[in-house]
């Protein structure tokens, strides 16, 4: 009988042990996973419609999520928000929109393509790009109203065009440009290439210029403030990645890259 006993107790014994040595395996994984579900675990492509105007501040963006993630990709697609809200409704593949209007940000979510709320994260304001040197003496938005300037405008279904259309209504100004375009960047570069010698687009993209034109302030541009709205898309095929690019964006050090090239705090 003791003889049985102590038989039996020897593979209860290794159960034990195998037991104990599970148990430890498994806290150890689950340990490993909670330190890594964050940058370890994040791969692949992250696809991000972005506002022409975050061209600068979020290709830098990019860089620093992939050097922080490696194994990760982001690509972007720059352009007028209203041309990137059509796209993502009409079922171009993409993982996170960040806008330059809550209006085209709406397109999107109305149409169920966010997944959960959009928010603001940052906020922009106007400016009038002139050639080096301001050579027509440009000081307000109402010089622009003179028949002799060539001015150049977004298109009024882009924010930045409808921003300054709200500028112009509130200083009740009529101005008819040389040509509307599709985006900001596409309004400043007919000044940068001197097809124009003025356009009203944001701080942002004068100051991304450098030294190509020369920026003008206006009163007026307090009144058609745009708050920039960013958001995960529903149908995102790297959800853990477009979180986390959404966390950098609006951290204390994607702040700081946004702050630096002219964007306002939300």
Request: proline share 4%.
């Amino acid at each position: 009988m003791t003889r049985t006993a102590r038989r039996d107790r020897r593979p209860l014994r290794a159960a034990g042990v195998g037991v104990v040595a599970l148990l430890t395996l498994s806290a150890c994984s689950s340990s490993d996973g909670s330190s890594s579900a964050g940058s370890d675990q994040l791969s692949g492509t992250v696809t991000v419609f972005a506002a022409a105007s975050l061209t600068e501040s979020f290709t830098t963006l990019g860089k620093q999520f992939e050097k922080e993630h490696p194994g990760t990709k982001v690509k972007f697609s720059f352009g007028g928000s209203d041309s990137l809200a059509a796209s993502i409704t009409g079922g171009a593949p993409a993982d996170v929109f960040a806008s330059a209007s809550p209006k085209t940000m709406k397109i999107v979510t109305d149409a169920g393509d966010a997944a959960g709320d959009a928010s603001t994260f940052v906020r922009n304001q106007l400016e009038i790009a002139t050639l080096p040197g301001n050579p027509d003496k440009v000081g307000s938005l109402k010089d622009l109203t003179d028949s002799g300037l060539k001015v150049v405008l977004c298109d009024k279904t882009v924010p930045c065009g409808a921003a300054a259309q709200t500028a112009l209504d509130a200083s009740e100004l009529k101005l008819t440009p040389v040509s509307y375009e599709q985006d900001v960047k596409s309004a400043l570069t007919k000044v940068e290439l001197k097809e124009a010698d003025a356009a009203v687009v944001y701080r942002t993209d004068v100051k991304a210029a450098g030294d190509k034109v020369e920026g003008v302030n206006f009163p007026e541009a307090a009144d058609a403030i745009n708050d920039y709205p960013i958001a995960r898309l529903k149908d995102s095929k790297n959800a853990a990645a477009a979180k986390a690019f959404i966390e950098l964006v609006k951290s204390a050090d994607g702040q700081k890259v946004l702050n630096a090239a002219g964007f306002l705090k939300p």
